[in-house]
């Protein structure tokens, strides 16, 4: 199956080349699709906060590379590069509060400095880390697209209506996927009817890049209003709720995309199945509930613009785009550690001990 995936990997969103960040626009697709060359740590940060790069373990892969183009800047200044170079992994960790991922890749390049030896070359150890960040979240995806593939498979061997929201794709991540590698999977093993993408507002994660990567793929998909997920889930028996994460915390509670927490109780109510899927790097065990994790709100414009007019300017706004769903609720947590059902504190331990799979 892992040959049959890698050939699935089709669509590419970060790519590191000629010492330069490429980053695939999301802010433009489906109508364009257009490349924003990064050569600064400044410009990097205004990547992730704009939203040209979303997605967890992608926001934490560019933030690798982003590190990286900050060293180099600090080297070339000469002076006390290391100090300077702690304010730009700053600017980065300040980009985005929500996904752990970047928090998780800034310390591994910190690791990654502090481990130099005598006569190593800095620039090309935190390259060789970038890129090690990046080609193992690819290597992660693989893995849980098998383990989520498998459980699809014993759960209910035929084609199936699987639900999925925001877009934890090929564009979210550094290989084909964390919830749409599975699908990818279980399109491959046909084990797919028609996927149902709720379209996700305010920023149309669903509608505009998780649908587009479907259809490129000639995956049957369906964009539905989130509001409509209830209702689908009543009468387009819907076996499966698959959705990506951006950090975990110890007790296996999930903060994703807003909406998620509306999904796994309407998921429950209809006896529908709820799966997470998420490599370990999005798993925060300094958290111990879902409480503690930030909630990023954003701009109140993402909701009250319509066509460039402000369709409210005496009313008040509030715009959190993410959302904890409770432990409780889910069926699978599916990490490229292995799988954890029905999560607890106890058991997210063991599994953070465990060795990666692959
Ligand atoms: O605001 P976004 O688009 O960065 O939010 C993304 C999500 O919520 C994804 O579901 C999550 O990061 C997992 S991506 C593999």
Known sequence: MREQLL???????IEWRDGALYLLDQRL????ESWQACHSVAAVAEA??????RGAPAIGISAGYGALLAARARLEAGGDWRAALEVDLQLLADSRPTAVNLSWALNRMRDR???LKEGDDPLLALEAEAQQIHQSDREANLTMAQLGVELIRKHQGNAQNLMTHCNAGALATGGFGTALGVIRGAHLEGLVERIYA???????QG??????ELARDGIPVSVNADSAAAHLMKTHGITWVIVGADRISANGDVANKIGTYQLAINAMHHGVRFMVVAPSSTIDMALESGE???IEVRDGRELLELEGRSMGDAVGVLNPVFDVTPADLID??????????????AKMARLMCRKRLH
Request: glycine content about 2%.
């Open 292 to 294: 503690e994790i930030p």
């Open 7 to 13: 050939a699935a990997e089709k669509i590419t969103a």
């Open 48 to 53: 992730i906060r704009s939203m040209v790069v």
């Open 198 to 204: 709720d379209e996700t507002r305010p920023w149309l």
């Open 29 to 32: 697709l489906p109508f364009e």
């Open 207 to 212: 509608s505009r890049l998780t649908a587009w």
């Open 332 to 345: 699978f947590i599916v990490t490229e550690k292995g799988v954890v059902e029905r999560p607890d504190a």
């Open 113 to 115: 400095l502090q481990r």
